[in-house]
Structures are given as C-alpha cells and as structure tokens.
C-alpha cells in the first residue's frame, strides 16, 4: 500500500480563495481523522469519520471549514473564503478500528493564504 | 479532562541516552503510542505499548507505562543526529478511534 496519500504537497494562495485538501486514506481502514498543525497551536484535531460517516467535528474552527468523505477511499477539507490564520500543515491520517497500530499519517500539504 | 502532557525541548549529546516524559489522563486508555516526526514530514509510528504492559523494548527504544501515574516514558539509547525531531506522545480513547495528542517534545542531539 502506498500509505495516505495527500494532495497537494503546497498550497500558496490568495486571502478570499477557496481551497481544497484532498485525502485518499490506506485501503481497508475504518477511520480517517484530519488535523492541523501550527507553532503556536501543536497538532489540533479538525473531523474525524467512521466508515464515511462524520463522528466529531468539534475541532473545526468555523463555519468556512467543511470536510467531506463521499466514499470509502477519498475525503476533502475545505476552506471558503481562506484567512491569512488558515496558514498550516493539515494532516490526514487513517486507521482500523482496533487501534493496535495507531494511525498512519499523510505527508500532509503545507497551506500558505497571503 | 483531555490533556496529554510533555516537556517542549529535550538536548542532549550524541551517544548519551534520552528520556522523553509524559502524562496522560484517560485510565481506560488501551494503547499509547510515541509518534517521531521528523522536519517537513508526517508523524510515524514510532512504538506503541499495551495499557497491561509496564515496559516495552524494541532495539535502542524502551518504553516505561506507570498506570498509578499516568505516566509513560520513551528512552532512546546511543542518541544518533537522526534522532533530532519532535516526539508526540498519544492516549487512545476508548471505543472512540480516536487518539489524543501531546503538545511534543522537540529533541535535538548535538554532535
């Protein structure tokens, strides 16, 4: 398996814009969970899905963030209009539902709103 | 509450050993697992320990849970430059899926 799979790696763009993350988690896994990372913040938990389903999206910092996961094997996160504090690294991770192995984690994309 | 512990910064000498601590609040946590992330990347497994376990060994990394304390530790032994990174400690929440995150702790090794 190639791991979670992110698109973009970067992501410049301007203040206003809408921006799509996109995720398509290992095979097989139950769970996919979105994070953001920041200097100031550490690693916050955005949304996290069971079998597609939305579980918890109490980590979403407002209204402009929406995350979907239309199918078993891709999930978007997006940012409408993007604020220059959206700047980040926003990681997707997956896992099973047994939890022995903990999550496995995308590379993340880097976003960066001027 | 939610919290997961750890000191922000650990130095320490290549070839001297390293003990990274943490605290975490969830006594039905199953699993807890150190994550290593190494600059412009994602965090990777690095180990993770059974909550009925008290060590774990696995080559340079041991692994210390102390239940009463609610606390686990990650040595690594013979410190390389390769270790530099920041380490996150987490906490499994039971029946959940989900996994609750230290702050980390930013590990530099120094030739």
């Known amino acids: 398996d190639a791991g979670v799979i992110q698109s973009p790696r970067h992501e410049v763009t301007e203040m206003g814009q809408e921006v799509t993350l996109r995720c398509k988690p290992i095979?097989?896994?139950?769970?996919l969970f979105w994070y953001r990372q920041t200097m100031m913040r550490g690693l916050e938990l955005l949304i996290y899905f069971n079998n597609n389903v939305p579980i918890d999206d109490s980590g979403m910092p407002e209204d402009r963030f929406s995350a979907k996961m239309p199918n078993a094997s891709f999930s978007t996160l997006k940012i409408q209009p993007s604020e220059p504090r959206d700047s980040a690294v926003y990681f997707c991770?997956?896992?099973?539902?047994?939890?022995?192995?903990?999550?496995?984690f995308g590379s993340g994309t880097r976003l960066t709103v001027v | 509450g939610e919290d997961v512990e750890q000191s922000l910064f650990l130095s320490v000498r290549e070839g001297d050993s390293s003990v990274i601590n943490c605290t975490y609040t969830d006594s039905s946590s199953t699993y807890l697992y150190w994550y290593k992330q190494e600059p412009g990347a994602g965090l990777q497994l690095l180990t993770y320990?059974?909550?009925?376990?008290d060590m774990k060994q696995d080559q340079r990394l041991t692994v210390l849970l102390n239940k009463k304390d609610k606390h686990l530790s990650l040595r690594i032994a013979d410190t390389q430059t390769g270790d530099s990174a920041i380490y996150f400690c987490?906490?499994?929440?039971?029946?959940?899926?989900?996994?609750?995150f230290g702050q980390g702790t930013t590990l530099q090794v120094k030739p």
């Open positions: 095979s097989g896994h139950d769970y």
């Open positions: 991770a997956s896992s099973l539902i047994s939890g022995a192995q903990g999550y496995t």
């Open positions: 987490a906490e499994s929440k039971r029946n959940t899926g989900k996994l609750i």
């Open positions: 320990i059974f909550s009925n376990m």
